[in-house]
């Protein structure tokens, strides 16, 4: 798991982003088109926090507030944890198993490269033991030496 987060766990991609003063509303109508489970807050060209599904529920439906006339400002994690593009798949599973995290900020500099889901890393594991399992058969079977 010492694959790079971008592009080895997840490719740059077109973040799905709102201001503080869009509506929670805005925001779920946003990660349901673009059937997502988060979203970054911007404000002033800046990362100022995120929302989640969690955060939807959370925050919004079991407090019973009017998703409408709530902003995702009010209601949003602020300041979230990133990593950066070069940090590790592992690196990542590590702070995302620690503080319960299914999404994930990349950002290189002052630019979101990605949203990392936990799905991403369930993606990166398999692909990872799958090759264990390859590399581990040609060893045993001899079709990495030339016996085969």
Do not use: C, W
Not at 92 to 121: C, F, N, Q, T, W
């Amino acid at each position: 798991m010492n694959r790079k987060l971008v592009p080895s766990v997840v490719k740059p991609q077109s973040v799905a982003a709102l201001g503080s003063e869009a509506s929670v509303r805005d925001a779920a109508k946003l990660m349901a088109e673009r059937r997502i489970g988060a979203i970054v807050v911007i404000d002033g060209g800046r990362l100022s926090g995120i929302f989640t599904e969690r955060d939807l529920m959370t925050r919004v439906v079991a407090q019973d507030r009017d998703p409408t006339k709530t902003r995702i400002g009010e209601v949003m994690t602020r300041g979230p944890d990133t990593m950066a593009p070069d940090d590790t798949a592992g690196e990542a599973l590590k702070l995302m198993s620690e503080r319960r995290y299914r999404h994930l900020p990349i950002v290189d500099g002052e630019r979101i490269v990605a949203i990392l889901s936990i799905r991403d890393l369930h993606e990166a594991v398999l692909s990872s033991l799958e090759e264990d399992v390859r590399q581990r058969d040609q060893l045993i079977f001899g079709s990495a030496h030339g016996l085969a």
